[in-house]
């Protein structure tokens, strides 16, 4: 599997199965705190196995970073359609979600789905 970096450096991610894919809702008030995702076994973690997240929904700001200082932690926009790969080295990145944006979702994901106002979120990872 090959990824962009944020700085545009290619990167090489192990291949993964995955066998579990966690499904976040968040509402237009929703968020969740900056948190490293460690419960995938120790073997997948030692190997640095990606997890990918797909968003689907309203805009949200992602933020990530080394510690779980917020104020120091690198926000990004996580659009519909998003795909984020989290493995190697930024494994066990801290990150969470710090809002949702209302009305950012695409008009034609709403009117063909009746998707309700919020963000969806995939993980597949291997446990
Ligand atoms: O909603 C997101 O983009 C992140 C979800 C997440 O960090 C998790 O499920 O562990
Ligand atoms: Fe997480």
């Known amino acids: 599997m090959i990824a962009q970096t944020a700085n545009s450096t290619a990167v090489e991610f192990p ?4 066998d579990i ?8 008030s929703g968020k ?18 990606p997890f990918i997240s797909i968003s689907i929904g309203d805009t949200a700001e992602f933020l990530f970073g080394d510690t779980r200082d917020k104020d120091q932690a690198t926000k990004i926009n996580l659009e519909s359609g998003d795909v984020l790969i989290l493995g190697g ?4 990145l ?13 008009s034609w994901l709403k ?7 919020g963000r969806i979120n995939l993980t597949f990872r291997q446990y």
Do not use: M, W
């Open 15 to 18: 291949q993964i199965n995955p």
């Open 111 to 117: 009117e063909e789905t009746g998707l309700r106002p």
């Open 32 to 49: 969740l705190g900056l948190h490293q995702d460690r419960d995938e076994s120790e073997s997948s973690l030692s190997k640095g196995l």
């Open 94 to 106: 801290f990150h969470g979600i710090s809002h949702v944006k209302a009305h950012t979702a695409p």
């Open 89 to 92: 080295k930024s494994r066990l």
């Open 21 to 28: 894919c966690i499904v976040n809702y968040y509402t237009n």
